[in-house]
């Protein structure tokens, strides 16, 4: 249903000239608007729980680091929507929640080298061709040396609470590659 919305959208959008560019807009228009939503969502729970900023930054570092990364994707949009949310609530929770203790880093380190170790965990529907692997790999493991030294920094000036928001992105980041890499190694062997 959403899906004809999106395309009766990209009809109006005087470029289109053919099928394939009207459902390249309609994808393009459904993930911003996904986009927008989470991040208003988190903001309103941000707000509520007195870290807006937190829970921006856990957004945006997860979602970047994801993209890259790879893991986990969902069988259908419904259980994509109930995963992403629990995700979600579980990281607006450790930024409200989880106190800031010095282990954190080594914690990000770690969960960082796994993550550049494991990366990309490509999803069953889109495989990646060996450059694709390539530049993700890559990209993966330079996002992930930014947050570790993004990390160091935050405990230099004292933003602990934002240390613990980037935690909560890596960790999940990490723990959504896990049944990827599973899902994949189960589909290799079949």
């Given at each position: 249903m959403t899906d004809s919305?999106?395309?009766?959208?990209?009809?109006?959008?005087?470029?289109?000239?053919?099928?394939?560019?009207?459902?390249?807009?309609?994808?393009?228009?459904?993930?911003?608007?996904?986009?927008?939503?989470?991040?208003?969502?988190?903001?309103?729970?941000?707000?509520?729980?007195?870290?807006?900023?937190?829970?921006?930054?856990?957004?945006?570092?997860?979602?970047?680091?994801?993209?890259?990364?790879?893991?986990?994707?969902?069988?259908?949009?419904?259980?994509c929507f109930v995963v992403s949310y629990m995700v979600e609530l579980f990281g607006v929770s450790a930024i409200c929640l989880l106190p800031y203790r010095p282990f954190m880093i080594l914690i990000i380190l770690l969960c960082c080298v796994l993550i550049t170790i494991l990366a990309p965990v490509e999803a069953v529907n889109k495989p990646l061709s060996v450059r694709e692997r390539t530049v993700y790999k890559r990209l993966a493991a330079f996002i992930s040396m930014v947050y570790v030294a993004a990390s160091v920094l935050f405990i230099i000036v004292g933003a602990e609470r934002i240390l613990v928001a980037v935690l909560s992105a890596v960790v999940e980041v990490l723990l959504l590659m896990v049944p990827g890499v599973l899902q994949n190694a189960k589909r290799r062997t079949a």
């Open positions: 919305i999106w395309l009766k959208i990209a009809d109006r959008f005087a470029a289109v000239n053919s099928d394939a560019h009207r459902q390249i807009i309609a994808y393009g228009l459904s993930k911003l608007t996904t986009i927008v939503v989470n991040y208003a969502i988190l903001a309103v729970i941000g707000i509520l729980f007195g870290q807006l900023i937190g829970c921006m930054i856990f957004l945006t570092a997860f979602m970047i680091l994801r993209m890259y990364a790879g893991g986990y994707h969902a069988s259908t949009k419904f259980t």
